[in-house]
Nanobody, 121 residues
Framework: QVQLVESGGGLVQAGGSLRLSCAASGSIGSIDAMGWYRQAPGKQRELVATITSGGTTNYADSVKGRFTISRDNAKPTVYLEMNSLKPEDTAVYYC???????????????WGQGTQVTVSS
C-alpha cells in the first residue's frame, strides 16, 4: 500500500504565505515525478507545479514567481512554498506522485486526499 499525506493548508490573508507538504509512505520502490494540483469550486483540477526526480520544475503561468516546488527524496516528501497569495489561489490542493511499488515493474499515479487553501481579500 502507498499513501500520500498532505499537510499545511489553511486560511491566510491576501499577500500572505503558506507551505504545503506531502509525504509518501508505504511499499515504495522508487518515485518519479511529484507535483501539486488544485481544484477550485466549480472548476476542473489544474496543474500547479511539478518536479522530476532530478529536480527539474514546471509551473503554471498563474503561479510563476510566487510558488516554489521542492522535494526531499530521502523522506520522501514534496513541498509547495506559496508566497504573495491571492484570493484566486483559493482551492483544494492535491499532491500527486508517480510511484513504483517495491518489487513492482510499472509506475502508477497516486493522489493525496487534498488540503484546503483559502485566501481572503
Amino acid at each position: 500500500q502507498v499513501q500520500l499525506v498532505e499537510s499545511g493548508g489553511g486560511l491566510v490573508q491576501a499577500g500572505g504565505s503558506l507551505r504545503l507538504s506531502c509525504a509518501a509512505s508505504g511499499s515504495i520502490g522508487s518515485i518519479d515525478a511529484m507535483g501539486w494540483y488544485r481544484q477550485a469550486p466549480g472548476k476542473q483540477r489544474e496543474l500547479v507545479a511539478t518536479i522530476t526526480s532530478g529536480g527539474t520544475t514546471n509551473y503554471a503561468d498563474s503561479v510563476k514567481g510566487r510558488f516554489t516546488i521542492s522535494r526531499d527524496n530521502a523522506k520522501p516528501t514534496v513541498y509547495l512554498e506559496m508566497n504573495s497569495l491571492k484570493p484566486e489561489d483559493t482551492a483544494v490542493y492535491y499532491c500527486n506522485a508517480r510511484i513504483r511499488k517495491r518489487l513492482g515493474v510499472r509506475f502508477d499515479n497516486y493522489w493525496g486526499q487534498g488540503t484546503q487553501v483559502t485566501v481572503s481579500s
